[in-house]
């Protein structure tokens, strides 16, 4: 099946910088990559996501590359603010799987006022 | 948009007893529900794939007679936590897609605590 990696799990950046998450994939088939943000005790929010035949998409603060070559994926936000931090979770959907997602292991982001 | 109403969104419950969680689709069909389990700090581990009319495929290593998933409409999926252990203690969490929606819709979510 599908292997999902993610790095860093912690990060801290101070407000008005840029983090940076990175995921890495296993199965070249899987064609779908969504974020997550997940706030402490709630539902993971889709916040962006990007689909296998888009190099880059950008949302505002918000941006997710792709590299299918080599079969990773990031989620860029720049100009933090306090309210961004949260854990942050990559997704990869394969295909062949029922659709079904594997998520990496989660980057809690703190940026510091 | 697309919203999964998840209840409880927490229960305690004594060892040996059983709970049930309900998710449901709200305005729009839901074929598929996926049900998750996380632990604290940790990511979402998919535990099955509920299909509305068919049995649910478990992931390997989730015990099916444990944790009993039940698709019996288009809009509800239940999952129960039989026989309850405090090991069993986590937060579950179900999603869901809107047919040619836009990414996929989790429930609130359930804090079960086993004691």
């Known amino acids: 099946g599908e292997n999902v990696e993610q790095h860093p799990s912690t990060l801290s950046v101070q407000e008005g910088d840029s983090a940076v998450i990175k995921c890495t994939y296993s199965?070249?088939?899987?064609?779908?990559f969504p974020w997550y943000k997940q706030e402490l005790g709630k539902r993971p929010q889709l916040i962006i996501d990007i689909r296998s035949n888009v190099g880059e998409k950008k949302d505002q603060r918000i941006a997710v590359t792709l590299n299918k070559t080599a079969k990773h994926f990031s989620l860029h936000i720049t100009e933090t603010q306090p309210e961004d931090s949260a854990v942050y979770f990559c997704a990869a959907r394969h295909p062949n799987t029922g659709n079904q997602f594997y998520f990496g292991t989660g980057t809690s982001l703190t940026v510091i006022p | 948009g697309a919203v999964v109403s998840q209840h409880p969104s927490w229960v305690i419950c004594k060892s040996g007893t059983s709970v049930k969680i309900e998710c449901r689709s709200l305005d729009f069909q839901a074929t598929t529900m996926f049900w998750y389990r996380q632990f604290p700090k940790q990511s979402l581990m998919l535990m099955a794939t509920s299909n509305e009319g068919s049995k649910a495929t478990y992931e390997q290593g989730v015990e099916k007679d444990k944790f009993l998933i039940n698709h019996a409409s288009l809009t509800l999926s239940t999952l129960t936590v039989t026989s309850a252990h405090p090991e069993d203690s986590s937060f579950y969490i179900c999603?869901?897609?809107?047919?040619?929606?836009?990414?996929?819709?989790f429930g609130s979510g359930t804090r079960l605590t086993v004691v």
């Open positions: 999603s869901a897609r809107e047919d040619r929606g836009k990414g996929y819709t």
């Open positions: 199965d070249s088939a899987s064609n779908y």
